[in-house]
């Protein structure tokens, strides 16, 4: 039988005792969590999904495009940027326009809707986000070969024009400037509920001589449309004014710490000349 060295039983020894130790302490105080964590504030995946906040867009390029489950464009990208730099778990989820202020409105879930403006009508039942975009003026679109609009005009006057019809979306607003224009000055219109792309196609077969388009969704249209843009002429108008500016709008099951941490997270990922509101 080998003969074991006096070092090695030391060793051996030692390492019994601490065990021991551990084991005996164990037994008497069992390990626990510290007093101020608590299992409860972990979510579990019923309550994760509880806590996110639905946003509501409809399909409107280039402001909200459809892109699998999500969204992207001009107004899309700053709002799920600052979700993420809130770290504030949310989903998007396609809805018609119409529905969405409703949704808003009854207040039954934590929704969002994405772009909409800012009216006191509209604050009564929703809250506003800062700013997160502000669109470009609006300006005309029409056939190339239409001799009574130029490159450049005054709204007033091409409004007074009753040669001309103009196309407008049944039920849409195109901000206070030219909505009043509408109102006082009547000119001939014809009223559609179509899509930008089939609005072009109306002018383009002379149902109508033009319509009201941001320029951003004007030059989107001419570019991915799949219409011929040697056949239509943008007018720009030297009266009109800057774009309106688009918010977030949340019912009020969106708590107010969560707002006000969207908010902060907007003034790092939104930069607009005029941003104070």
Request: glycine share 4%; hydrophobic share 35%.
């Amino acid at each position: 039988m080998p003969k074991i060295s006096p070092k090695k039983i030391i060793i051996f020894c030692c390492a019994s005792c601490i065990l021991f130790t551990l084991w005996f302490k164990s037994s008497l105080h069992p390990i626990t969590n510290p007093s101020w964590y608590q299992a409860s504030f972990l979510p579990t995946a019923t309550q994760t999904a509880s806590m996110k906040i639905t946003v509501h867009f409809h399909e409107r390029r280039p402001f909200y495009i459809a892109y699998k489950n999500e969204a992207r464009g001009l107004v899309a990208n700053p709002i799920g940027q600052a979700f993420a730099f809130a770290d504030i778990p949310f989903t998007w989820q396609e809805t018609p326009a119409t529905r969405q202020l409703d949704i808003i409105k009854n207040n039954e879930t934590k929704s969002c809707a994405a772009g909409w403006f800012k009216t006191a009508e509209r604050e009564t039942f929703g809250q506003f986000s800062r700013p997160i975009y502000q669109d470009k003026p609006f300006v005309a679109i029409t056939r190339a070969d239409n001799t009574l609009l130029g490159e450049t005009e005054i709204l007033e006057r091409l409004l007074q024009e009753r040669r001309l019809q103009i196309l407008i979306k049944d039920g849409y607003s195109y901000g206070p400037y030219i909505d009043s224009r509408l109102r006082r000055l009547t000119p001939r219109q014809v009223i559609t509920t179509v899509d930008n792309q089939n609005l072009m196609r109306m002018i383009q077969n002379y149902r109508a001589d033009y319509c009201f388009m941001t320029e951003e969704e004007a030059q989107d249209q001419l570019l991915f449309s799949g219409l011929k843009k040697s056949n239509f002429k943008l007018v720009h108008f030297s009266d009109m004014p800057r774009g309106n500016k688009r918010y977030l709008v949340c019912s009020k099951k969106v708590d107010r710490k969560t707002m006000e941490r969207l908010n902060d997270a907007f003034r790092y990922v939104v930069h607009l000349e005029d941003n104070d509101e």
